[in-house]
């Protein structure tokens, strides 16, 4: 069984940084991507930004060149660094997982960090 742990989140300023990280444990034969989604109150959950095993990312257009995605293999651990935060940043955030494991690509979640920014 594949379990996602995230850490971090909690409450910044606006205009503040904040980080995430997500570490991935279980047994699998690779690691497609991991990534990050966020739901606001009312909204549905939408893509954050995501890091393939190659190493390509991708990002929310509200979110590019503020918000960088990285990761370390070694420690099957994604991280989300987002700086210069904004109001609407606000949401719960999920790390999500696409893994391998012969022979079924299987999708996964964490069960959420919340993210505030007020001042």
């Known amino acids: 069984q594949v379990q996602l742990v995230e850490s971090g989140g909690g409450l910044v300023q606006p205009g503040g940084s904040l980080g995430l990280s997500c570490a991935a444990s279980?047994?699998?034969?690779?690691?497609?991507?991991m990534g990050w989604y966020r739901q606001a109150p009312g909204k549905q959950r939408e893509l954050v930004a995501m890091?393939?095993?190659?190493?390509?990312?991708n990002y929310a257009d509200s979110v590019k060149g503020r918000f960088t995605i990285s990761k370390d293999n070694a420690k099957n651990t994604v991280y989300l660094r987002m700086n210069s935060l904004k109001p609407e940043d606000t949401a719960v955030y999920y790390c999500?997982?696409?893994?391998?494991?012969?022979?079924?690509?299987?999708?996964?979640w964490g069960q959420g960090t919340q993210v505030t920014v007020s001042s």
């Open positions: 999500n997982a696409h893994i391998y494991l012969f022979p079924t690509l299987r999708e996964y």
């Open positions: 279980g047994r699998w034969n690779s690691i497609n991507d």
């Open positions: 890091i393939t095993s190659g190493g390509s990312a």
